[in-house]
Structure formats: C-alpha cells, structure tokens
C-alpha cells in the first residue's frame, strides 16, 4: 500500500519514524515526526536537501502555538489568530523542546496550522507536531497532487495520503514575527494587503540573510524559464522562438493570449485570469509542460499584487540564476 485515504495507518506510520507524504492546502509535503531525530534526518536523505535548511512544523491548531514557540507576542498570536488553519508559516524563536534537526540549528522555527482537511485529520491522528518540506525532490517544482508527489519520490515515501489537487497551488506565506518588526519572507496563499490589514501597520523588508529556499533558483523546472511582463511577452518568444522555434512554449494567462500569434511550432500553455485560479493550476502547468520536453517556457508575470505577487515570485526564481549547489527546493 503506498498510496490512499487512510488517516490512522499514516498516522502510524509517522509515530513508527516513517515518512509520510500528504496533500495541505497549498502543496503536498513530506511529513515525519518533528520530535524525533531520526525521523526528520530520513525527510533530508529523501529530498536530498542540505540539513542546514530549516523545516516547517504543521500543527493541528493555533492553541500550540506557545507549546512550539518561545513566547510568542501579540503579533505572532493575531497573525495565528487570523488566518490559522491556513496558509500563512510564522518564524517564531523555537521552545526549548524543538530539536536542531528541524531548525537546521537556527534559534527560530517555522509553524503553521494547515487548513486541509485530510491534513487537519492526520494532526489530529497523530498528535504531535509533523515536520514537512515539500514533497518535491531536487530540481523540481511543488507537487499539487498525489500523482506529482509519486512520480518525484515513489517508493522513498511509505505512504502518500491522496487528497487531490491543493487549492492555493503555491506553498504558504512565511513571515517572521521573531523580531521587532514582522517581515516577510516569502509571498504565498496569504496576501501581504490581508496580513497588513490585521497586523495594522507595514511589513518590515525581509533581513539581510534570506531563508534558504528563498535562494534565486528554488522553483526549478528542467526547461529554461524567461520571466518577462505582459508587454514583453511578444517579443521575448520572437527572440526564443528565432533560435527553435520547436521547445519553446508560452505559458500565460487567457487575456494576455488573446488574438496574439506566435511563430509556428511554439506550444501554448493557457493559464486562468483570475490571479487565485492561476497560482492553483501554475505548478502543473509547469510540470507538463517540463513532461512534455520543452527546452524553453516564456511565462507572462502576472502584477505583484494579491496572491499574484506569489505567482510572480515563484516564475522569477524559476527563471533565476541555476546554481548546481542549490537544493531547489
Ligand atoms: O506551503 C508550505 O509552506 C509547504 C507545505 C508543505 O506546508 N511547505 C514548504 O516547505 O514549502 P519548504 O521546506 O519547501 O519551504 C519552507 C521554507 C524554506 O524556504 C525554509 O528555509 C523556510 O521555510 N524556513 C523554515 N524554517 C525557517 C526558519 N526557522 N527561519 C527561516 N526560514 C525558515
Ligand atoms: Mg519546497
């Protein structure tokens, strides 16, 4: 049995020290208990990620966020308050009972509550708190299905819970409430105007060390990517396209599409409109389009407003410098 429903046998599988990979609202991740050691050093063997790389714990509700954060302020608890369960991560300074193994050493830890329900009920199962990454391998983007997370770790997982497509598409907001000023570090399913309109004031710029993860070349597909604007688009795919024009594909959304020509032999690849609909469909439209042997994706950013800003931010690392050292997620 390696993929299903069944919440008590990967709940099981999790208190045994196994691996168990399983759908959130934003991407599946690839969950092992945050408590024990050994457990959470099998996530980096499977992913091939540096262990100085942080983990995000997943909680079952927001009433454990004093038992895994070191007194948390106010902040911290109307951020949880408010949109937990759901898709926003806060790095909180870590209770003395997080191991290193989670936090890569570092005096911080992430935590969030997600929102799926498949995810709330295998908490709830379990008990305690479930480390999780993505459930990606290197060099490629987020899993949304159970098929994504198969075809990138298989038989490395001992249980894939199938809960479908994930709603947001794109992995959770991260702010830091572990400072004086909440900043955030990576745009995600909760927007930067809902955690201002909450928190009543500006967020801070992201600290001068970024969260690994946050590196250039983090959401990586196989095909070269060119992250251009709307206006931009044309031309971009005439200069692609000049090379060969077979494997190059344009990837945008329907009204940036509309009554354009490309040269022949480019593919299209359409996405929805609406900023929410894209960022669901983004990471498989990437995955096919990687499946389908394109060498080059010409994408369209969306404006870096709302959820767009996620969307954008996740094309531009795409499309950012490779760097062969990097774990890509
Ligand atoms: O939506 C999500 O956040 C998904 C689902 C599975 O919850 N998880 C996810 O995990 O995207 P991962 O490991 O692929 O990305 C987590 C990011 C990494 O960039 C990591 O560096 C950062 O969170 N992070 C975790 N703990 C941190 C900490 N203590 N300080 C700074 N960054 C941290
Ligand atoms: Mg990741």
Redesign the pocket.
């Known amino acids: 049995m390696s993929s299903g429903t069944d919440i008590a046998y990967a709940a099981g599988i999790l208190r045994g020290g196994g691996l168990v990979a399983f759908p959130?609202e934003?991407?599946?991740?690839?969950g092992a208990d945050a408590s024990s050691p050994a457990a959470v050093a099998r996530i980096f063997a499977v992913k091939g990620?540096p262990t100085a790389?942080?983990?995000?714990v997943?909680l079952a509700s927001a009433a454990q966020l004093d038992t895994w954060a070191a007194s948390p302020g106010p902040e911290a608890h109307a951020l949880a308050a408010a949109f937990w369960p759901g898709?926003l991560?806060l790095?909180t300074r870590?209770a003395p009972h997080v191991i290193d193994d989670v936090?890569?050493g570092?005096a911080?830890?992430?935590l969030?509550v997600?929102s799926h329900p498949m995810a709330q009920a295998l908490l709830a199962a379990f008990g305690g708190g479930i480390a999780?990454?993505?459930?990606?391998r290197f060099g490629a983007v987020?899993p949304t299905t159970a098929a994504h997370v198969q075809a990138d770790l298989g038989g490395d997982v001992d249980y894939i819970l199938d809960g479908g497509e994930c709603d947001?598409g794109?992995?959770?907001t991260?702010v830091?409430v572990s400072g004086d000023v909440p900043a955030m570090?990576?745009p995600?399913?909760i927007t930067r105007e809902q955690l201002e309109a909450v928190l009543g004031r500006r967020l801070g710029a992201a600290t001068a060390t970024p969260?690994?993860?946050?590196l250039a070349s983090?959401y990586a597909t196989r095909a070269r990517v060119i992250a251009v604007s709307a206006a931009e688009l044309a031309a971009a795919v005439d200069e692609a396209a000049a090379v060969q024009a077979d494997g190059v594909a344009v990837l945008a959304p329907r009204a940036v599409l509309a009554g354009r020509h490309f040269p022949a032999g480019v593919a299209i690849a359409v996405l929805s409109d609406d900023p929410a609909a894209m960022a669901h469909e983004l990471y498989a439209a990437l995955r096919a389009l990687d499946g389908g042997g394109v060498a080059t994706i010409v994408a369209a950013l969306p404006p870096d407003t709302g959820i767009g800003a996620a969307v954008a931010d996740r094309l531009r690392r795409a499309a950012g410098p490779r760097d062969d050292e990097d774990d890509h997620?």
């Not at 934003?26 to 690839?30: A, F, I, K, N, S």
């Not at 790389?53 to 995000?56: A, D, E, K």
């Not at 999780?132 to 990606?136: L, R």
């Open positions: 959130t934003t991407v599946y991740g690839l990620r790389h942080p983990l995000i997943h898709p991560t790095i870590r936090t890569g570092a911080t830890v992430g969030r997600p999780a990454p993505s459930a990606n987020s947001v794109v992995e959770s991260i830091d570090l990576r995600g399913g969260a690994p993860g946050t983090h997620g």
